[in-house]
Nanobody, 115 residues
Framework: QVQLVESGGGLVQAGESHRISCAASSRFFNIHAMGWYRQAPGKQREFVASIDRGDKNYADSVKGRFTISRDNAENTVHLQMNSLKPEDTAIYYC??????????WGQGTQVTVSS
């Protein structure tokens, strides 16, 4: 099994920066991709960013403002969020894909951006 522990959610002002993190622990599987999704109230969960062995991908809505990074030694993924907007308010979920292709999800961390 894979366990994910997210941290760093909170309340920030629009225009400010904030970082959330996710630490993954896996007993049996190698972790390949790590990333973030988010779900705003009344909306479907959407892709935010991912990193897979150095390749990074971003949703158009966050490109240029968010940066994903990974500490391979610690199996930790970070999401640095700059120039935050009220529409970035959501529950952010950590996602990892292991070598078998199976997905695992964190419990989510709330990020609220006030205007």
């Amino acid at each position: 099994q894979v366990q994910l522990v997210e941290s760093g959610g909170g309340l920030v002002q629009a225009g400010e920066s904030h970082r959330i993190s996710c630490a993954a622990s896996s007993r049996f599987f190698n972790i390949h991709a790590m990333g973030w999704y988010r779900q705003a109230p009344g909306k479907q969960r959407e892709f935010v960013a991912s990193i897979d062995r150095g390749d990074k991908n971003y949703a158009d809505s966050v490109k240029g403002r968010f940066t994903i990074s990974r500490d391979n030694a610690e199996n930790t993924v970070h999401l640095q969020m700059n120039s935050l907007k009220p529409e970035d308010t959501a529950i952010y979920y950590c996602n990892v894909v292991v070598e078998t292709g199976r997905n695992f999800w964190g419990q989510g961390t709330q990020v609220t951006v006030s205007s």
